[in-house]
């Protein structure tokens, strides 16, 4: 059974830094392309970050260039967002999705697979 799971969420204040890890099994993450997406109450899943299958590709939004960081870890199945200088408008579920090939990476239509998500808050 594919699967996606993902981790380290939780309440943060502003200026500080979590990771988030999105963890595979049944499959080899390093062969599919990875999106990071995030859901605000109120508000359509948007795109964060994309690794391509290759890692020859990586986008970030806008909101979030400069302050996230995507990459993989082959050795563990993962594929971790790095996210530092939080704000509060960051503030959201956080999901990641795959699929082996992937055009608009910022389409959620476009991946396969999902995890279930993890609250990230950002508050003081």
């Known amino acids: 059974q594919l699967q996606l799971v993902e981790s380290g969420g939780g309440l943060v204040q502003p200026g500080g830094s979590l990771r988030l890890s999105c963890a595979a099994s049944?499959?080899?993450?390093?062969?599919?392309?990875v999106g990071w997406f995030r859901q605000a109450p109120g508000k359509e899943r948007e795109g964060v970050s994309f690794?391509?299958?290759?890692?020859?590709?990586?986008y970030y939004a806008d909101s979030v260039k400069g302050r996230f960081t995507i990459s993989r870890d082959n050795a563990k199945n993962t594929v971790n967002l790095q996210m530092n200088s939080l704000k509060p408008e960051d503030t959201a579920v956080y999901y990641c999705?795959?699929?082996?090939?992937?055009?608009?990476?910022?389409?959620?239509?476009?991946?396969?697979?999902w995890g279930q998500g993890t609250q990230v808050t950002v508050s003081s």
């Open positions: 999705a795959s699929a082996p090939v992937v055009g608009s990476w910022y389409t959620p239509i476009e991946y396969d697979y």
């Open positions: 049944g499959f080899t993450l390093n062969t599919y392309a």
């Open positions: 690794i391509s299958h290759s890692d020859r590709w990586i």
